[in-house]
């Protein structure tokens, strides 16, 4: 069975930041778009970033931009969301997802909740 295995969550101080990997258990993720998501306690889940495999669109929510870098290594099968600059609104858990078939799951205007694959969950947590 497939999955995605994350990594690299863990409490880190405002300004401070961390790198996510998500790391597939038996796709090739070079025909896959990505992305990520969060859920912080009492809130919905939302869009982080994504990448389309189809166009090559990157898409940012806008309270990350210029903080976070969604980006993958081909070669190591590895996909990351370097995140700088963090602040405690940023605390959450951190979902990364890829979708093969659906073209329409990362868009300039966000990203679906329809990728058909998810990680498991990484708790980052910004406090001082």
């Known amino acids: 069975q497939l999955e995605l295995v994350e990594s690299g969550g863990g409490l880190v101080q405002p300004g401070g930041s961390l790198t996510l990997s998500c790391e597939p258990s038996?796709?090739?993720?070079?025909?896959?778009?990505i992305g990520w998501f969060r859920q912080a306690p009492g809130r919905e889940r939302e869009g982080v970033s994504c990448?389309?495999?189809?166009?090559?669109?990157?898409y940012y929510l806008d309270s990350v931009k210029g903080r976070f870098t969604i980006s993958r290594d081909n070669a190591k099968n590895i996909m990351y969301l370097q995140m700088d600059d963090l602040n405690p609104e940023d605390t959450a858990v951190y979902y990364c997802?890829?979708?093969?078939?659906?073209?329409?799951?990362?868009?300039?205007?966000?990203?679906?909740?329809?990728?058909?694959?998810w990680g498991q969950g990484t708790q980052v947590t910004v406090s001082s």
């Open positions: 038996s796709l090739a993720l070079s025909y896959y778009s």
């Open positions: 997802v890829a979708e093969y078939a659906d073209r329409s799951v990362c868009g300039t205007s966000g990203l679906t909740k329809a990728f058909s694959y």
């Open positions: 990448q389309s495999h189809w166009n090559g669109t990157i």
